[in-house]
């Protein structure tokens, strides 16, 4: 197994990584393995992060950049591959929801969630409020935590499991992380946990 360190766009892409390499590799990491750059963007000049990466290649880490692909991605990850080519950055790139369809992790989480009929109420409702804009996944996302989650689990505070952060994705109740869209990201990761 290599020595891998992940820049990571948000927390939401630090738990999720945590839980899923832990059940699909047993290889178990803690926030210490992770840099959070508060959005795609925080490598670049000027970002904290750009003497972050060139540590962790001095101390012989793979290092592993994930971000949202979001409407283009084609588009971005020509642009973080320019960037990381002309900052001098050594990093591998993986892009949410599947390395190549637009979206973000939150696409792949709507993609994984286990009740499959709560999914199905948000599509009703996307229908019924078609000709305005519609959630975004993020929201998705809460909702569907919201209503699976007890009362005593949901505290409004450092601790709710409906937060990014907080969140157990290897809950076989909420989460399905053996799900076929997780393929991509396996094999990506594959090659750095066995």
């Known amino acids: 197994m290599a020595k891998v ?11 999720f990584l945590i839980d899923f390499i832990a059940e699909r590799f047993a290889v178990i990491l803690n926030a210490d ?12 000049t000027g970002g904290v992060a750009l003497p972050d990466y060139a540590l962790k290649v001095a101390d012989s880490f793979e290092i592993i950049t994930t971000l949202d692909a979001d ?20 990093s591998h790139l993986f892009l949410f929801p599947n390395d ?17 009929k709560l999914i ?16 975004v996944n993020k929201s998705k996302v ?25 969140r157990d994705y290897r809950n076989k109740a909420h989460w399905n992380l053996y799900h076929d869209s997780l393929t991509p990201l396996y094999e990506f990761l594959q090659r750095f946990f066995q």
């Not at 393995?33 to 670049?44: E, N, R």
């Not at 409407?71 to 050594?90: A, M």
């Not at 199905?120 to 959630?135: L, M, N, R, V």
């Open 100 to 116: 190549e369809a637009a979206g973000e992790i939150e696409n792949t989480l709507v993609q994984i969630a286990s009740d499959r």
């Open 142 to 166: 809460y909702a569907y935590l919201d209503a699976l989650l007890e009362p005593n689990q949901k505290k409004n505070n450092k601790k709710d499991l409906i937060e990014e952060g907080n």
């Open 33 to 44: 393995s992770f840099y959070k750059l508060q959005g795609w963007s925080g490598y670049k």
């Open 5 to 15: 360190y992940f820049f990571i766009e948000d927390k939401t892409h630090q738990k």
């Open 71 to 90: 409407s283009n991605p084609s588009e971005r990850r020509k642009e973080v591959l320019t960037d990381f080519e002309r900052l001098g950055i050594k």
């Open 120 to 135: 199905s109420c948000f599509e009703g409702y996307e229908k019924c409020i078609e000709g305005h804009q519609k959630p």
